[in-house]
């Protein structure tokens, strides 16, 4: 790798990178086959896993976004009266407004990952190449 200064940072996150794919492509395979369950742990993840390099950024909203969901999942599923999960077009209806606000919610944090300087290779101060811990 060339040995210019924003290189030396930017390689100090390539796990956080490689970690950032797999959740992305995770939780594109999740919405297309309409697994509301795996975009919901997905999208969770990726807030886990960025929200160090988010805080300068507030991502107080995102973190509801993700709460709403959990706290909502259960609206997606109704149980007959022999226990078995039956699809309704209320449970449908609710499958489209999660599926809608766990999208626009990926989508925030990406901006904000990419306003952090992490898609740009934004020079980045050494002091924070690896987010900020200081609440931990």
């Not at 924003?6 to 970690?19: C, I, K, T, V």
């Not at 489209?96 to 904000?112: D, G, Q, R």
Request: glycine share 6%; hydrophobic share 35%; charged share 25%.
């Amino acid at each position: 790798m060339a040995s210019g200064g924003g290189n030396r940072q930017w390689s100090a996150d390539f796990q956080f990178l490689e970690e950032l794919t797999i959740l992305k492509r995770w939780f594109m395979d999740c919405d297309i086959t309409q697994n509301i369950y795996g975009m919901s742990n997905a999208i969770k993840l990726l807030l886990i896993i960025c929200e160090p390099k988010l805080n300068k950024f507030n991502p107080e909203e995102e973190k509801e976004r993700v709460k709403w969901v959990e706290d909502n999942l259960h609206n997606t599923v109704y149980f007959n009266s022999e226990g078995h999960p039956v699809e309704t077009e209320g449970t449908r209806s609710n499958k489209k407004i999660m599926m809608a606000h766990m999208e626009e919610t990926f989508s925030k944090i990406l901006n904000k990952l990419q306003k952090a300087g992490v898609y740009t290779r934004s020079n980045v101060e050494r002091s924070e190449a690896l987010g900020d811990f200081s609440g931990s």
